[in-house]
């Protein structure tokens, strides 16, 4: 079914791709999305299969992926812990071949970002990083086609600026993930976060340095009124975090209340700009519901929704190329000689 004649790609982290590749992307998202509105997603991945990992339960990842791989005319495997060899009865090498062999793909959510740089070594078929606790690139992808959408009239992709309020350090996913694709598309991007809990030296070098190639602009700041004064775009995400629990009364007392997405600070941004939020959210922690709720300058569930419609196309994308294409003669040959030997021989 594979053509392995096509470079196999992975998905890994946005910040290696190209700002050509990415647009691609975008690009491909939209053209899926138009059909999606008008039942017409074409069965590009007929007869595929993906295998879903996941070392930890989501909501929007699986529904979108299962979704999205099911449209498109596959069919996607839930793979929850416990119900796999991997992680206990099995070397991550031994299941990342065995899934390659049996498998279009293999979509992966594993909390140790190294697990998933070793799994795709193993592989040969595309693997799709779903997050690890370093990044999140589907989101990623997810939250600029979103802002995309619903771009300031007057502006191009190239004139945004994105604000991001809270959690920086080596916890803060989204904050990593959203640095990571402003690189890589050369955008403006503000981190704006205690001191203590922002950008690792390490992140910031590798920020800088992609930014410096495609020609985008960052900052940290922990002036968080000043980050947003001119922003189109404010992402917020969760302060506290499952196994830091002993952190929590310190964390609280970091954030709140300066660093919260509430309206007072949304109006303190120019009127056009807009709130997201990956999601789960702590309603009136991190983001108020007044904002989340709010029916102009949220675009929370939007944003949400397109998770379904990138994975479309990402599964697209990186599956497609690698499918083999059968031309209906040589289909009909097989079929016929299969069916023949049923026959006779039953």
């Known amino acids: 079914m594979r053509n392995n004649n096509v470079p196999?790609?992975?998905l890994i982290d946005n910040i290696d791709f190209s700002k050509e590749e990415l647009l691609d992307i975008l690009e491909l998202t939209k053209m899926l999305k138009e059909a999606y509105f008008q039942g017409a997603v074409p069965q590009l991945l007929k007869g595929s299969s993906l295998a879903m990992i996941f070392e930890e339960p989501s909501t929007r990842t699986r529904v979108s992926f299962e979704n999205a791989m099911t449209e498109l005319g596959g069919h996607a495997l839930y793979l929850a812990p416990g119900q796999i060899h991997f992680g206990s009865h099995e070397a991550i090498q031994d299941t990342a071949k065995i899934l390659s062999s049996m498998c279009s793909g293999i979509m992966f959510r594993t909390k140790e970002h190294e697990t998933i740089l070793n799994f795709a070594k193993h592989a040969y078929v595309p693997v799709l990083n779903a997050m690890t606790y370093y990044n999140h690139p589907t989101q990623g992808i997810c939250d600029i086609f979103t802002m995309i959408e619903h771009m300031p009239e007057g502006k191009k992709l190239e004139d945004l600026h994105i604000v991001f309020t809270g959690d920086s350090s080596?916890?803060?996913i989204m904050a990593m993930e959203t640095a990571h694709l402003c690189a890589a598309l050369g955008l403006r991007y503000t981190i704006a976060s205690p001191k203590q809990y922002s950008l690792m030296a390490?992140?910031?070098e590798l920020v800088n340095n992609k930014m410096k190639e495609t020609g985008g602009i960052f900052r940290i700041t922990e002036d968080i009124d000043d980050a947003v004064k001119d922003?189109?775009?404010i992402i917020p995400d969760v302060w506290t975090y499952y196994g830091y629990e002993d952190e929590e009364e310190d964390r609280m007392a970091a954030f709140s209340p300066k660093y919260q997405l509430n309206m007072s600070l949304l109006?303190?941004?120019?009127?056009h700009c807009k709130a997201l939020h990956c999601l789960p959210a702590n309603r009136d922690v991190e983001i108020t519901s007044e904002v989340m709720d709010h029916p102009e300058r949220s675009i929370v569930f939007q944003e949400a929704e397109n998770r379904l419609h990138v994975e479309r196309a990402l599964l697209?994308?990186?599956?497609?190329p690698r499918q083999k294409k059968a031309s209906t003669a040589l289909k009909q040959?097989?079929?016929?000689?299969i069916v023949d030997f049923l026959e006779k021989n039953q």
């Open 8 to 10: 196999l790609k992975h």
């Open 170 to 172: 080596d916890t803060g």
């Open 202 to 204: 390490s992140e910031l």
């Open 231 to 233: 922003a189109d775009f």
């Open 267 to 271: 109006e303190k941004a120019p009127d």
């Open 316 to 320: 697209a994308w990186y599956l497609y």
């Open 333 to 337: 040959y097989h079929e016929g000689r």
